[in-house]
């Protein structure tokens, strides 16, 4: 089979060694004359890969002893009902800093709660193209909510904002895993796997325990996070698959160096495919200003649109797939997460400049 560079923005790209262990397990994982999919997750041979799995996004991230690792279900648009229900505090309102489409979609489900909540900052009039660099928090809120990495727009928190002891909420789901946390702030990290930890199915939730507290009677059972950390996230049937998936994803990239590691390479990949922007005398336009470009997602435009359509297809005859832009920005989107190697970097910075010199 050849390999394709998927720049897809999720379901994304994964390490070609951890596919092809998985698919030698996927009828008979270690020897159990079962597949992982048919195991019971109260036994000693999924709880084991269960507890690995949580172990090493503790050491690959660094996560402080007052947190706990959960793996939820619904994807991190749940997480945008489950935040405000579980973190708001009467007579409080909490803070959104709204900076891309993921960030209007928290907003709105934290209405929908009935939650007092202010805007401490909203980029929609230049389509979200920036991140202000000062984003002014009252200390009277409860939380203050943050998209780290806006995934459509391709905009990026280069520097979480200063809370001052504010529970600060970041959702993480495109960036996750990319780059050293600072987590002297945080109150809760959530993300779903299937941009750059894992497949779609599972959703990481990473909460400072004291939070808890916050809870009230009112919250269904299924939707309090204390009810998933009593239980190590095994209150209900997890999805195994994908949390063994997540675990060899953890395994692979504490073995390619961890965070540091990954981090300049991310780096190093974004820094090629920006070149090829800034180099191209205007034919390509950056979306996002240059101060918050996304290390996880490229986003651009041809400034003869109706070049567009031969930019993909010539692409994808090379073998490079998912490069069309979302409907709200338009032109291309590179979503370069942790698994996407150098080499479909480089091919696509060269195709990128032979393509303008061509046309």
């Known amino acids: 089979m050849k390999r394709v560079f998927n720049f897809s923005a999720g379901p994304a790209i994964l390490p070609l060694e951890i596919l092809e262990k998985a698919s030698k397990e996927i009828v008979n994982f270690k020897e159990s004359g079962m597949s992982l999919m048919e195991v019971s997750h109260r036994t000693p041979l999924y709880e084991e890969v269960h507890n690995e799995a949580i172990a090493l996004i503790k050491e690959v991230y660094s996560v402080p002893d007052n947190f706990d690792v959960l793996f939820l279900q619904g994807g991190a648009s749940s997480q945008f ?16 800093a709204i900076t891309g489409t993921w960030g209007e979609k928290a907003l709105k489900e934290a209405k929908i709660q009935k939650r007092d909540v202010v805007m401490l900052c909203n980029t929609k009039e230049s389509n979200f193209n920036n991140i202000p660099k000062n984003i002014e928090i009252k200390s009277d809120l409860s939380y ?22 504010i529970p600060l909420i970041i959702d993480a789901s495109s960036d996750v895993f990319s ?15 299937q941009k750059n930890a894992g497949p779609a199915g599972v959703t990481i939730v990473i909460v400072r325990k004291d939070l808890y507290e916050r809870e009230n009677d009112s919250i269904p059972t299924m939707l309090r996070y204390s009810t998933h950390a009593k239980e190590n996230s095994l209150y209900n049937t997890p999805p195994v698959w994908c949390i063994y998936m997540l675990m060899l994803n953890m395994k692979w990239l504490k073995n390619l160096g961890g965070i540091d590691a990954i981090a300049k390479l991310n780096e ?12 191209s005398a205007g034919f390509y336009i950056g979306h996002a200003e240059k101060s918050v470009r996304s290390l996880m997602n490229v986003t651009f435009v041809l400034k003869n649109k109706e070049l567009d359509a031969k930019f993909i297809k010539e692409s ?18 590179a979503s ?24």
């Open 179 to 193: 780059y050293k946390i600072d987590w002297k702030n945080i109150g809760i990290l959530y993300a779903g796997a």
């Open 81 to 96: 009902f489950m935040v405000p229900m579980n973190v708001s505090v009467s007579g409080k309102s909490a803070g959104y």
């Open 144 to 165: 203050v909510h943050i998209t780290s990495n806006e995934t459509i727009q391709g905009v990026q928190f280069k520097k979480y904002p200063e809370t001052n002891g």
């Open 268 to 279: 190093k990949k974004a820094n090629l495919i920006y070149k090829a922007i800034d180099e």
């Open 316 to 333: 994808e005859e090379l073998g490079m797939l998912g490069l069309k832009g979302h409907r709200s920005v338009g032109g291309m989107r």
């Open 336 to 359: 370069i997460y942790n698994a996407m190697p150098v080499e479909g970097c480089e091919k696509l910075a060269e195709f990128m400049k032979n393509f303008a010199s061509k046309n």
